[in-house]
């Protein structure tokens, strides 16, 4: 079990942060791992399947697949993110100033671990211009892979931040943790995380970065050497809406509320700001805030601050009609 010592001065310094270019990178490793996709990845796929055939053919995805494997992967293709608004380009900047030195020291660790690399792909990654062949493979990854559907995912991704950082701050630590992921426990100024070798870790004043992910791999990853602040990546709240929920329209409750609304009352099965709810849903800020106000009027749906946001939730007649109108589906 891997054991993390926390101080006063830790916790306050924790924040929470996303990472595109995380979610990027662990999507390239599982859909090109030998094993092949598992069942998250295999319905993602069958929404970008066309897209990722595209990007294999016209891309130079074997430079960034020599720098994952198994058990190891380059900490240069995805720098650490400062915050929830960091964006891509911002990562993607870091990766391309990344010293070729250190592009060869860890590209170099990778391909020690594989028996069979291709000579060309040798030579690109000790190349001078390294960082930059690898960034512009990330880039088109970006824009074939997850571009189209970042709205909905940095979405999730916020409304998972939101609930968290609310129980922290109304429960504490040992609750938000617990909370976090079922092998993260708190004990008396430590951080127990199981399935991880016997090691003891202090974080020195460093805080934790706490990043939640859609496709983070085994659930959860820890952080513990530089680039990266000592962080814990974890699977975020609400991903398997991605996944599975279809549309209402043509449900009893589409017929009832409308399909726009009855697609907004499922979309709340977490809290949500109605910018959140309109990157998920893809509608409009002014259709998902008069479709709102119609729910409140109903009372199907309430409202409360939370920080500077204002978050919806379903009221309990709300929850009853989308339990029955899933029930029924």
Same mark, same amino acid.
């Given at each position: ?41 295999? =319905? ?6 066309? =897209?990722?055939?595209?990007? =294999? ?29 960091? $964006? ?66 940095? %979405? ?23 909370? #976090? ?13 199981? =399935? ?35 962080? #814990? ?40 700001? $109605? ?17 709102? %106000? ?20 379903? $009221? ?14």
């Amino acid at each position: 079990m891997l054991h993390v010592e926390v101080s006063p001065e830790d916790l306050a310094r924790s924040r929470f942060a996303i990472s595109p270019l995380w979610e990027l990178v662990h999507l390239l490793r599982r859909l090109g791992s030998p094993g092949g996709p598992d069942v998250v990845l295999a =319905r993602w796929l069958a929404r970008v399947g066309e =897209r990722y055939r595209v990007l =294999r053919d016209r891309t130079d995805l074997p430079l960034v697949a020599a720098l994952q494997p198994p058990g190891y992967g380059a900490d240069f293709l995805s720098p650490p993110p400062e915050g929830v608004a960091t $964006t891509v380009e911002d990562l993607l900047a870091v990766v391309r100033a990344t010293p070729p030195e250190r592009v060869r020291t860890e590209a170099g660790a990778a391909l020690a671990r594989q028996r069979h690399v291709d000579p060309r792909v040798r030579g690109v990654l000790a190349g001078a211009d390294a960082a930059e062949r690898v960034a512009d493979v990330l880039s088109a990854a970006w824009e074939e892979l997850l571009a189209p559907d970042w709205p909905a995912l940095r %979405a999730i991704l916020e409304r998972d931040v939101v609930h968290r950082a609310g129980r922290l701050v109304s429960d504490g630590w040992a609750a938000a943790l617990a909370d #976090l992921h079922p092998r993260l426990r708190w004990r008396d100024g430590c951080i127990d995380v199981g =399935r991880f070798p016997e090691q003891v870790v202090r974080l020195g004043g460093r805080g934790l970065l706490l990043v939640p992910s859609v496709f983070v791999s085994g659930g959860l990853a820890v952080a513990l050497e530089a680039p990266w602040p000592p962080a #814990l990546v974890y699977p975020a709240r609400g991903t398997a809406a991605l996944w599975e929920r279809t549309g209402a329209g043509g449900s009893g409750l589409g017929r009832l509320l409308g399909a726009a609304r009855a697609e907004l009352l499922l979309a709340l099965d977490e809290p949500a700001s $109605t910018t959140q709810l309109a990157r998920s849903l893809g509608q409009s800020l002014g259709a998902v805030g008069d479709h709102l %106000a119609v729910l409140r009027d109903s009372g199907l749906v309430t409202r409360a601050r939370a920080g500077r946001s204002v978050l919806y939730r379903r $009221t309990p007649v709300g929850d009853a009609l989308a339990v029955a109108s899933t029930s029924a589906s």
